[in-house]
């Protein structure tokens, strides 16, 4: 069965601490890999991964894709109060006409 | 503001009482989708729709009806409503399939 695994499903941290995301996954056809952040309500855009060992980069936030293990990285380092939120993985697969989110990290960043 | 739209916010509805959810996207996306949102399970997808009268199920379809008549505008439709369908719901559209998704601000729709 495809599926997507995100670890830890929860985590505590101080501000001024680095943490990493992981995101596993096991499906066929694989297209592309994203990073949403949601804090309130609806999810925001991170990142879009499709090759292997080319990291995105965005201020603090720096993600990496590894195909031949099936897995993600979302790295944030220094964190802010402001980071705290559910960081979710989603693989699109089958030409694109499949996907699935896996169920996300909770980030709760200390002042 | 490229924005997708969804109206109402928030809903409390009765079982059996048909309702319809909106959502309007400003981006020309031909793409757009219909996801739930439930504790411990994420977000799971409802119905896609690949451009105007193409529409197919995601992985939880049963209960609802979607349509795509314009461009613009996906209309999520439960015909009669249930306390399973209680949850989050969020509409997105995109560009690309596989690519960014931009979601509403969600519903929270309860059914008592």
């Known amino acids: 069965e495809d599926k997507v695994v995100q670890s830890p499903l929860s985590l505590v941290v101080h501000e001024g601490d680095t943490v990493t995301l992981n995101c596993s996954y096991e499906?066929?056809?694989?297209?592309?890999l994203l990073w949403y952040k949601q804090e309130k309500k609806a999810p925001t855009f991170l990142f879009m991964l499709?090759?292997?060992?080319i990291e995105k980069k965005s201020g603090r936030l720096s993600s990496i894709l590894d195909k031949k293990e099936l897995f993600s990285i979302l790295n944030i380092t220094a964190t802010q109060t402001g980071d705290s939120a559910v960081y979710l993985c989603a693989v699109y697969y089958n030409y694109g006409q499949n996907f699935v989110f896996g169920p996300g990290t909770r980030l709760s960043v200390l002042p | 503001e490229a924005q997708v739209t969804q109206n109402p916010r928030y809903l409390i509805t009765v079982t059996g009482k048909k309702l319809t959810v909106t959502c309007s996207q400003n981006?020309?996306?031909?793409?757009m989708s219909w996801y739930r949102q439930d504790p411990g399970l994420g977000l799971r997808q409802i119905y896609y729709?690949?451009?105007?009268?193409?529409?197919d199920k995601g992985d939880v379809p049963e209960g609802y009806k979607v349509s795509r008549k314009e461009k613009r505008n996906f209309p999520l439709i439960l015909e009669s409503p249930s306390p399973n369908q209680t949850s989050l719901y969020f509409c997105?559209?995109?560009?690309?399939?596989?690519?960014?998704?931009?979601f509403g601000q969600g519903t929270r729709l309860t059914v008592v």
């Open positions: 981006m020309n996306h031909e793409y």
């Open positions: 499709t090759s292997s060992g």
């Open positions: 997105a559209s995109s560009f690309d399939l596989r690519g960014e998704a931009f």
């Open positions: 499906v066929t056809n694989f297209r592309s």
């Open positions: 729709s690949m451009n105007v009268e193409v529409t």
